[in-house]
């Protein structure tokens, strides 16, 4: 296909590949997870079946993607350790990580009702995620403690905070009071005083989170003419409890884990103030830029053949598109604009945002997880009559723009590319239909320019002119200001401005649109 002048773009974009040996870990966390446990009223201290939700999510993320081969989780939050040999996506950071939390997304989605049967999903949720890079085993232990640790705190102190309000009638700032400063003593015996509690004795999923690994089973996996069975020795995902998971005998006990990942040399009682620190080191956006967040979905060639997307364009899996696009600028209202084709959107974030402090994992992964539980979520609204048959998931990337004019050049290439693509795909499902095998119409096509394409078009009866704006040229999703109500001839307030989120199918590469929307790049 042909290249624009506008392709100097993509040297924007910079490489986050995390170097051999170190080991991978994706990290997911659940976004304002508390406003989405009290909104659909989870059980105090611990929801065992939101619990188990987060668990048969993990599993999933685990049969998904084989490289994975240890997960730990607790509360809203899971950790993924991929084999010290992954080539996963090249090991881009942010691949990695969009690609984990998009699918952990659609599968918590599409698996709410199985686990909440008499419970609506009343919103989206969320997950951020972010890669931790460990150098060596023994950095990899040091995270591991630290998560359970936090899991075995966080557990003890919540566990006291709720039977003091539920049980000991005190306000939530009463209870905290009185916990402050508590040690881990103090709250066992509270725990068992007050209400006769034996904090060692509650469900170990609670106290000591789960654990996904790989075990070899013996599996039947056929029978003789003679109906004996035939058993061989299979490698199976379970979920195990244990109380140190970054221990030697925990370790020893799954040969898998040393054999992916490595050996522990001793047992630790802490961890490390400098691996601390990078394990919370995040990356940070250049500031006083432009920043768009591409989303783009992964393997939709299949995902489109296996939900009978009408070839090439189906106009609902794109308004689909849309409305998850038009939820994430709603959400992020510092996206001042967002450009989409096929299955892929580009959000953009005014240049002087402090979303999330210019995080880059943070602003990338909460962005992708959103609009992928929306897909999800919306999938019967705009495909009524189909089920959706497995979890969509998207990836994506930040890349930063110093100027209006190079950021208006990145709009310009991706509907240059929107164009070219889908005046190709036009000829080749119409070569397709009139007898052509997918290869001979490829061959059909190799070297026809533009021009070539546009008289083959008029030969099926097609003027390529004529075909709905929104498959020649994308769609561009952005705030409206509307008109703006004076008051006493004073500015208005935000109230008084009728913004709203529209969708337009228009020409961005010229310079006219721009004209028509001058507060978009001066958000």
Known sequence: MANSKYEYVKSYGVEDEIFLPNLIVVRIDGCDFQRFAEMHEFEKPNDEVALNLMNSSAVSVSEEFPDIVF?????????FVFKKTSKF?????????????????????????????????RYPPSFCAKVISCGAIYVLQSYLLWRQNDCHTNNLCNTCLWELIIKGGKTESEALELLKGTCKEEKNNLLFENFEINYQKLNEMFRQGSCILKTEVIDVVKHNENGSPVRRLRKKLRIVHSKNIAGISFWNKHKCLRNELG???????????????????????????????????????????????????????????????????????????AYGVSDEYSFVLKKDSQFYQRRASKIVSVMVSLFTSMYTMKWKDFFPERDLKYPPYFDGRAVCYPSSEILRDYLAWRQVDCHINNQYNTCFWQLVKSGKS?????????????????????????????????????????WDKGDIIMINNNKPSDENSQNKVVIEHCNIIESSFWCAHPTILNA
């Open 71 to 79: 997960s730990y989780g607790f509360s809203d939050e899971y950790s």
């Open 263 to 337: 050996s522990f040399s001793k047992d630790i009682a802490k961890v490390e103030p400098d691996f601390l620190k990078s394990f919370q080191f995040e990356k940070r956006l250049m500031p006083s830029t432009w920043i768009v967040i591409r989303i783009d979905g992964c393997h939709f060639h299949r995902f489109s053949d296996v939900h009978e997307f009408v070839k090439p364009n189906d106009e609902q899996a794109l308004k689909l598109m849309n409305s998850c696009a038009v939820a994430v600028v709603k959400e992020f209202q510092d996206t001042v604009f």
């Open 89 to 121: 996506h090249q090991r881009r950071a942010s691949k990695v990580e969009s690609i984990i939390v998009s699918f952990f997304s659609s599968v918590y989605v599409m698996k709410w009702r199985e686990f909440f049967p008499h419970k609506e999903l």
């Open 438 to 478: 997918k290869s001979e119409a490829q061959n059909f096509l190799k070297g026809t320019l533009a021009g070539d394409k546009d008289k083959l078009l008029k030969q099926f009866g097609i003027d390529y002119s004529k075909l709905p704006v929104m498959f020649r040229q994308g769609s561009s999703t952005f």
